[in-house]
Protein backbone atom coordinates (compact mmCIF):
# COMPACT_ATOMS: atom_id res chain seq x y z
CA UNK A 1 0.00 0.00 0.00
CA UNK A 2 3.05 2.51 0.05
CA UNK A 3 2.97 5.32 -2.84
CA UNK A 4 5.57 5.82 -5.16
CA UNK A 5 7.30 8.73 -5.92
CA UNK A 6 5.86 10.12 -9.29
CA UNK A 7 2.22 8.63 -8.75
CA UNK A 8 0.84 11.66 -7.01
CA UNK A 9 1.05 15.38 -8.49
CA UNK A 10 3.48 18.20 -6.36
CA UNK A 11 -0.23 19.42 -5.47
CA UNK A 12 -1.90 16.30 -3.71
CA UNK A 13 2.14 15.72 -2.13
CA UNK A 14 2.38 19.64 -0.73
CA UNK A 15 -1.47 19.14 0.46
CA UNK A 16 -0.37 15.89 2.16
CA UNK A 17 2.39 17.31 4.16
CA UNK A 18 0.23 19.28 5.31
CA UNK A 19 -1.86 17.32 7.18
CA UNK A 20 0.55 15.13 8.20
CA UNK A 21 3.19 17.14 9.95
CA UNK A 22 0.67 18.38 12.18
CA UNK A 23 -0.12 14.97 13.60
CA UNK A 24 3.24 13.90 13.09
CA UNK A 25 4.33 16.97 15.57
CA UNK A 26 1.96 15.95 17.96
CA UNK A 27 3.06 11.97 17.78
CA UNK A 28 6.67 12.97 18.95
CA UNK A 29 6.28 15.15 21.64
CA UNK A 30 3.63 12.32 22.87
CA UNK A 31 6.76 9.86 22.59
CA UNK A 32 9.27 11.82 23.98
CA UNK A 33 6.94 11.51 27.34
CA UNK A 34 6.64 7.83 27.09
CA UNK A 35 7.96 5.78 29.65
CA UNK A 36 7.55 2.77 27.57
CA UNK A 37 9.84 3.53 24.51
CA UNK A 38 11.40 -0.32 25.13
CA UNK A 39 7.87 -1.77 24.22
CA UNK A 40 7.36 1.09 21.77
CA UNK A 41 10.61 0.40 19.98
CA UNK A 42 9.66 -3.49 19.99
CA UNK A 43 6.60 -3.41 18.43
CA UNK A 44 7.64 -0.82 15.77
CA UNK A 45 10.26 -3.05 14.46
CA UNK A 46 7.18 -6.10 14.66
CA UNK A 47 5.24 -3.32 12.19
CA UNK A 48 8.25 -2.59 10.30
CA UNK A 49 8.56 -6.57 9.53
CA UNK A 50 5.29 -6.99 8.87
CA UNK A 51 5.00 -4.51 6.29
CA UNK A 52 8.13 -5.87 4.49
CA UNK A 53 6.39 -8.88 3.75
CA UNK A 54 4.35 -8.44 0.86
CA UNK A 55 1.74 -11.08 -0.40
CA UNK A 56 0.86 -11.28 -3.79
CA UNK A 57 -2.86 -12.06 -4.51
CA UNK A 58 -4.53 -13.11 -7.86
CA UNK A 59 -4.82 -9.99 -10.51
CA UNK A 60 -1.16 -8.45 -10.25
CA UNK A 61 -1.01 -6.53 -6.72
CA UNK A 62 0.19 -7.39 -3.13
CA UNK A 63 -0.63 -6.30 -0.23
CA UNK A 64 0.77 -6.56 3.72
CA UNK A 65 0.06 -5.84 7.53
CA UNK A 66 0.27 -2.85 9.12
CA UNK A 67 0.33 -3.08 12.90
CA UNK A 68 -0.65 0.77 13.10
CA UNK A 69 -3.37 -0.61 14.98
CA UNK A 70 -1.78 -2.52 17.07
CA UNK A 71 0.51 0.12 18.48
CA UNK A 72 -2.67 1.95 18.76
CA UNK A 73 -3.93 0.12 20.95
CA UNK A 74 -1.14 -0.63 23.37
CA UNK A 75 0.14 3.26 23.32
CA UNK A 76 -2.38 5.43 21.65
CA UNK A 77 -3.05 6.58 18.45
CA UNK A 78 -0.73 9.94 18.33
CA UNK A 79 2.35 7.53 19.52
CA UNK A 80 1.47 5.18 16.77
CA UNK A 81 1.93 7.72 14.30
CA UNK A 82 5.06 8.56 15.22
CA UNK A 83 6.39 5.13 15.45
CA UNK A 84 5.01 4.53 11.95
CA UNK A 85 6.73 7.91 10.70
CA UNK A 86 9.89 6.66 11.91
CA UNK A 87 9.17 3.03 9.80
CA UNK A 88 7.68 4.33 6.88
CA UNK A 89 11.20 6.90 6.66
CA UNK A 90 13.71 4.00 6.82
CA UNK A 91 11.41 2.31 4.19
CA UNK A 92 11.51 5.19 1.97
CA UNK A 93 14.89 5.81 2.34
CA UNK A 94 16.80 2.56 2.61
CA UNK A 95 14.49 0.22 1.11
CA UNK A 96 12.73 2.19 -1.58
CA UNK A 97 9.15 1.29 -0.78
CA UNK A 98 7.15 4.64 -0.66
CA UNK A 99 9.03 8.10 -1.56
CA UNK A 100 9.84 10.94 -0.09
CA UNK A 101 7.60 13.32 -2.11
CA UNK A 102 4.80 10.92 -1.02
CA UNK A 103 5.76 10.28 2.48
CA UNK A 104 3.04 12.51 4.00
CA UNK A 105 0.31 10.51 1.81
CA UNK A 106 1.79 7.53 2.99
CA UNK A 107 1.84 8.73 6.60
CA UNK A 108 -1.89 9.63 6.03
CA UNK A 109 -2.66 6.48 4.44
CA UNK A 110 -0.64 3.90 6.45
CA UNK A 111 -0.02 5.90 9.91
CA UNK A 112 -3.01 8.55 10.88
CA UNK A 113 -5.94 7.05 9.48
CA UNK A 114 -5.81 3.28 10.67
CA UNK A 115 -4.69 4.40 14.45
CA UNK A 116 -7.60 6.65 15.41
CA UNK A 117 -9.50 3.90 13.52
CA UNK A 118 -8.04 0.87 15.00
CA UNK A 119 -8.09 2.57 18.08
CA UNK A 120 -11.77 3.96 17.93
CA UNK A 121 -12.72 0.73 17.10
CA UNK A 122 -10.84 -1.35 19.75
CA UNK A 123 -12.72 1.77 22.36
CA UNK A 124 -16.17 1.22 20.57
CA UNK A 125 -15.94 -2.91 21.63
CA UNK A 126 -13.85 -2.76 24.59
CA UNK A 127 -16.36 -5.11 26.38
CA UNK A 128 -16.13 -7.45 23.97
CA UNK A 129 -12.12 -7.72 24.16
CA UNK A 130 -11.44 -10.12 21.53
CA UNK A 131 -13.78 -9.35 19.58
CA UNK A 132 -12.00 -5.70 19.67
CA UNK A 133 -8.95 -6.71 19.09
CA UNK A 134 -9.81 -8.44 15.80
CA UNK A 135 -12.03 -5.76 14.25
CA UNK A 136 -9.56 -3.01 15.20
CA UNK A 137 -7.22 -4.74 13.03
CA UNK A 138 -9.37 -5.42 10.20
CA UNK A 139 -11.13 -1.93 9.79
CA UNK A 140 -7.73 -0.19 10.69
CA UNK A 141 -6.38 -2.29 7.45
CA UNK A 142 -9.54 -1.43 5.08
CA UNK A 143 -9.18 2.26 6.02
CA UNK A 144 -6.12 2.24 5.18
CA UNK A 145 -6.60 0.77 1.87
CA UNK A 146 -9.55 3.12 1.41
CA UNK A 147 -7.48 6.31 1.93
CA UNK A 148 -4.78 4.82 -0.36
CA UNK A 149 -7.27 4.26 -3.11
CA UNK A 150 -9.13 7.90 -3.01
CA UNK A 151 -5.52 9.64 -3.14
CA UNK A 152 -4.95 7.75 -5.95
CA UNK A 153 -7.89 7.59 -7.34
CA UNK A 154 -8.34 11.24 -7.69
CA UNK A 155 -5.15 11.76 -9.85
CA UNK A 156 -6.58 11.19 -12.75
CA UNK A 157 -9.79 13.55 -12.52
CA UNK A 158 -7.65 16.32 -11.21
CA UNK A 159 -4.12 16.22 -12.91
CA UNK A 160 -4.43 15.37 -16.75
CA UNK A 161 -4.04 17.30 -19.48
CA UNK A 162 -5.57 16.59 -23.37
CA UNK A 163 -7.34 14.05 -21.18
CA UNK A 164 -4.46 11.78 -20.25
CA UNK A 165 -3.27 11.50 -16.86
CA UNK A 166 -0.14 13.33 -15.60
CA UNK A 167 0.77 11.00 -12.89
CA UNK A 168 -1.11 7.67 -11.63
CA UNK A 169 -3.46 7.02 -14.77
CA UNK A 170 -6.56 5.03 -12.55
CA UNK A 171 -9.48 6.55 -11.46
CA UNK A 172 -11.37 5.37 -8.67
CA UNK A 173 -13.77 2.79 -9.62
CA UNK A 174 -10.25 1.25 -10.73
CA UNK A 175 -8.47 2.13 -7.47
CA UNK A 176 -11.45 1.26 -4.99
CA UNK A 177 -11.85 -2.43 -6.98
CA UNK A 178 -8.50 -3.14 -6.96
CA UNK A 179 -7.55 -2.38 -3.24
CA UNK A 180 -10.99 -2.20 -1.86
CA UNK A 181 -11.76 -5.62 -2.49
CA UNK A 182 -7.92 -7.36 -1.52
CA UNK A 183 -8.50 -5.65 1.84
CA UNK A 184 -12.19 -6.71 2.50
CA UNK A 185 -11.41 -10.62 2.00
CA UNK A 186 -7.89 -11.02 2.66
CA UNK A 187 -5.33 -8.40 4.02
CA UNK A 188 -7.92 -7.14 6.35
CA UNK A 189 -8.88 -10.43 7.94
CA UNK A 190 -5.07 -10.98 7.65
CA UNK A 191 -4.77 -7.90 9.67
CA UNK A 192 -7.51 -8.70 12.35
CA UNK A 193 -5.54 -11.83 12.95
CA UNK A 194 -2.17 -10.11 13.59
CA UNK A 195 -3.76 -7.70 16.13
CA UNK A 196 -5.90 -10.47 18.36
CA UNK A 197 -2.47 -12.82 18.48
CA UNK A 198 -0.53 -9.82 19.06
CA UNK A 199 -2.90 -8.16 21.74
CA UNK A 200 -4.29 -11.34 23.32
CA UNK A 201 -0.19 -12.51 24.06
CA UNK A 202 0.75 -9.22 25.38
CA UNK A 203 -2.21 -8.32 27.28
CA UNK A 204 -2.12 -11.48 29.03
CA UNK A 205 1.46 -11.40 29.65
CA UNK A 206 0.41 -8.30 31.52
CA UNK A 207 -2.28 -9.94 33.82
CA UNK A 208 0.92 -12.38 34.40
CA UNK A 209 2.78 -9.79 35.78
Not at 16 to 39: D, H, M, N, Q
Not at 51 to 56: A, D, E, G, K, L
Request: glycine share 12%; with cysteine; hydrophobic share 50%.
Amino acid sequence: MHIPDGFLSPQTCVASYGVALPFLYRGIKKVLREESLAKLAALSALSFLAMMINIPIPGGTSGHALGTSLLAVVFGPWEAISSLSVVLAIQAVLFGDGGITTYGANLITMGIVPAFVGFGVWKLFGRWRYAGYFLSGYLSLVSSALAASLILGIQPLFFSHGGEPLYFPYGLKTTLAAMGVPSLIFFGPLEGIFNLAVLSYLMKDEKGN
